[in-house]
């Protein structure tokens, strides 16, 4: 689950379970200028729960991010994009490999072989600055986790200049 | 947007109003359709997992304006979350939001949220006002309870043009909107003795063996042949019986709903707690919890030199007079385990003395005399037993007898002889003080009167012979007839 090094600085079950994951969010999160509102949540998910929905908060950095991939933790099944809002303006959503070309809409799809959640927006069409929030539903979460979540962010064609942040989420012991 | 932000608050505070209860009533709108039969898909998953369905509604009205555009898909499953993945109107692939909202969308638009109350879980959906005219498709995914269930009602609920209350849809055919809950796959075995893991020893019994899925369900689906491997730690039972014990042949076991039966165990060691694995192959397999093994009845009786099943059967027994023998009534049953000491009839053959009699669990044999022969232990029901043979030795030696060869009157300055017997402490002669024994003797005789004065003779002291416990020695002569003197004899350390 952590490295040696991060036991050591994160000693505490409450700190391992709560506190390193922020605090490793925070360190390994690079590319969006100090983002406000950072991180997945719940990062506590109930011990029988199959599906969970998670909601992945990030800023935008000034560039123009059109892309955004969240990757399945290893014991995940499926991922289902529930919802796309940015500064809190929902966005309609389809299950299309079909990048849209309106603003306010934003097409999805789920790559089972590489556990790959892929959400495109217009191109251009996404405000430079602000608050985004990807809702998204993870089934046959199994085992105790820790899940960890990856969340890429890019322009079209520009994948080498993506953004990465991680975040994980742990099963609770009991309701 | 802002707009739309308005109308969604808006919306919700409708919605609240309008949605619930639900009831089946009459459709209120002209266009709305009359008859919307649903079906939903799959019928059949599996508990504990994460499950797609898709949920159908069919206007089957004949007229081509019969419409709706609100659907209410109640959810059986209460505390999980539904998350709806498309939704098709009338064949079309529709964009979607999830909003809790009262207020239609466009064309080409649905709105979703999901109802969450106590005892109360529903999805609902809008479509564009009266835009549904053929049909409704939601493909949407939800966690499974990990019990297994059946009669599971997704029942669903129609309006058009917001006009409410909700028309209650129709099932497209009996059990459509029905979801059976059933078990995963094959997990694990449970393994219950016939009596919940408690037998009796050398009694057959039998084993129910029932497949679980990884949730704890019954997997009743785990039916027909399944080819059965059993092993176990059981051993035999104790000597002198060594009962082996027996299980069925390994081999094709029929199990139904589930579950088999299967007869012809039989364990032996009640001085164990065996266990019983059942290995289906492929890593599906399970174990009983540790098997208590009860002692049979009483099946016979065995004479032992200790309490309480501590002691040892009693085969041939040396012992002297000094001494006294305890033996117990030790009762097993059929494969040697112990059982309790049992009461039985005491008797003696042979020659021991006094002869053992009496009842009871335990008899003590208090020797007077020499002897040999055994004790015997007579149960009212069970196989009786007698020791081997007992044989009584006499003591320690204790004293000598001294008798003269003319017991005790002898003529003056004749010869005699003098017979010394050894005796134990309970007089018994000690036929085993045999051999050389040096003797000392001693006496009180005086010289006869003047004027001959004779003096009295006597061996010298120094080893005598002894056999079966006497020597006779000779050449003691008594010359004065005036006293009656006595005569000891002496051996080594007294």
Known sequence: MFTNRQRRICPSSFVSMVLCPLLLFTLFSSGFAKPSKVGISPHIIRPNRQVQTFDFTFSLDGGYQNSFEILCPSSCEKLILAGFTLDKEHFWLKRSEKRPQEEGYATWSYDPHQGLLTVRIAPGKLPSQGEAKLSFSAQGLSGQGPFSFTLKAYEKGKEDSSTKFTDEVFRGASD | MRGKVIKNICGILFSTIILFPLSEIEAASDSQADTVKVVISPHNVVAGSAQDFTYTFYIVDTSPTASADKFVIHNPFTDKEITVEEILIDGVSQWIQR???????????????????????????????????????????????????????????????????????????????????????????????????????????????????????????????????????ATTSPAPRSVSPTKPADGVQAFSSGSVTVSGFKLTNAGETPWIKVD?????????????????????????????????????????????????????????????????????????????????????????????????????????????????????????????????????????????????????????????????????????????????????????????????VSGFKLTNAGESPWIKAEAGSG
């Open chain 2, 280 to 472: 289906a192959g492929g890593g599906l397999e399970g174990t009983s919890a540790l098997i208590t093994v009860n002692v049979g009845t009483l099946d016979y009786v065995r004479v032992e030199n200790g309490p309480n099943g501590t002691g040892n059967e009693v085969t041939t027994h040396s012992m002297t007079t000094e001494e006294t023998y305890t033996v117990y009534a030790a009762g097993y049953d059929d494969c040697s385990n112990y059982r309790e000491d049992v009461s039985v009839s005491w008797s003696s053959t042979g020659t021991l003395a006094p002869a053992v009699s009496g009842s009871g669990t335990s008899v003590i044999f208090d020797p007077t005399s020499t002897g040999s022969g055994t004790i015997v232990a007579d149960h009212a029901t069970a196989t009786d037993d007698a020791t081997g043979t007992i044989t009584v030795n006499p003591g320690a030696a204790h004293h000598f007898t001294v008798v003269t060869e003319h017991n005790g009157v002898e003529t003056a300055n004749n010869s005699f002889g003098l017979m010394v017997t050894c005796y134990d402490a309970e007089g018994n002669v000690k036929t085993d003080y045999t051999g050389n024994h040096s003797i000392t003797w001693t006496w009180n005789a005086s010289t006869s009167p003047l004027p001959r004065s004779v003096s009295p003779t006597k061996p010298a002291d120094g080893v005598q012979t002894f056999s079966s416990g006497t020597v006779t």
């Open chain 2, 99 to 233: 909003i809790a909202t009262a207020t239609h969308p466009d064309s080409g638009h649905c709105y979703w949220y999901y109802y969450s109350s106590s005892g109360s879980d529903s999805l609902v959906i809008l479509a564009p006002t009266s835009g549904v005219l053929d049909s409704l498709v939601v493909t949407f995914s939800e966690g499974i309870p990990t019990t297994t269930s059946s009669s599971n009602h997704f029942t669903s609920y129609y309006d058009d043009t917001n006009t409410g209350p909700y028309t209650k849809c129709t099932e497209k055919f009996s059990g459509a909107w029905d979801v059976e809950v059933i078990p995963g796959a094959a997990h694990h075995f449970t393994v219950v003795t016939e009596h919940s893991g408690a037998e009796t020893a050398n009694s057959s019994f039998s084993l129910t063996v029932t497949c679980y899925d990884a949730e704890g369900n019954v997997k009743t689906d785990y039916t027909g042949n399944h080819s059965i491997t059993w092993t176990w730690d």
